[in-house]
T-cell receptor
């Protein structure tokens, strides 16, 4: 399987703290994406980073990409209770550009 | 825009029954795909389409059929339901034709096969 691995599988922090989750993948990619899934809902796209970018910011999100290590990280700064969700990395794989998802990190932000 | 819509939201089937999960998008996206989500497994790609009349298999295609007769619709057919197909099914679309950009997801269909 080319499914990516994410760690940690679960993360519990207090409001105001930063949350970092990591994604490792197995193939060469031209972009990597992060998605959020609230409980019982569909996934929502957060941010896309291209292979020629090392870091990208969007609001309280910071994504890094290290293609030599085949890894990416998502940092959420000053977390809020509303950030409680599962977070998935995703990237195209194969010659037909199929999107493969990581196994996800469940983030719990408590007051 | 309604975005990506899926019907039904919930479905219970008996082993051996067939059914079609509906997916529609109103964003004129070329790329559409079906995923299943199981606990601890993340999302796995079942089938995808890069345009009307073009479909291909993903990671876990067995037991499922798709067709893409229009840009808007991408139904997923379960031929003979099995308990192993109990899962949450998500449809997604994106604007890129052959290289996916950000994907827009529907709300999901929760399927139970008894």
């Amino acid at each position: 399987s080319q499914q990516g691995e994410e760690d940690p599988q679960a993360l519990s922090i207090q409001e105001g703290e930063n949350a970092t989750m990591n994604c490792s993948y197995k193939t060469s990619i031209n972009n990597l994406q992060w998605y959020r899934q609230n409980s019982g809902r569909g996934l929502v796209h957060l941010i896309l980073i291209r292979s020629n970018e090392r870091e990208k910011h969007s609001g309280r999100l910071r994504v890094t990409l290290d293609t030599s290590k085949k890894s990416s990280s998502l940092l959420i700064t000053a977390s809020r209770a509303a950030d409680t969700a599962s977070y998935f990395c995703a990237y195209p794989t194969g010659t037909a550009s199929k999107l493969t998802f990581g196994t996800g990190t469940r983030l719990q932000v408590t007051l | 825009n309604a975005g990506v819509t899926q019907t039904p939201k919930f479905q219970v089937l008996k082993t051996g029954q067939s059914m079609t999960l509906q997916c529609a998008q109103d964003m004129n996206h070329e790329y559409m795909s079906w995923y299943r989500q199981d606990p601890g497994m993340g999302l796995r790609l079942i089938h995808y389409s890069v345009g009307a009349g073009i479909t291909d298999q993903g990671e876990v295609p067995n037991g499922y059929n798709v067709s893409r007769s229009t840009t808007e619709d991408f139904p997923l057919r379960l031929l003979s339901a099995a308990p192993s197909q109990t899962s949450v099914y998500f449809c997604a679309s994106s604007s890129a034709g052959t290289s996916p950009s950000e994907q827009y997801f529907g709300p999901g269909t929760r399927l139970t096969v008894t």
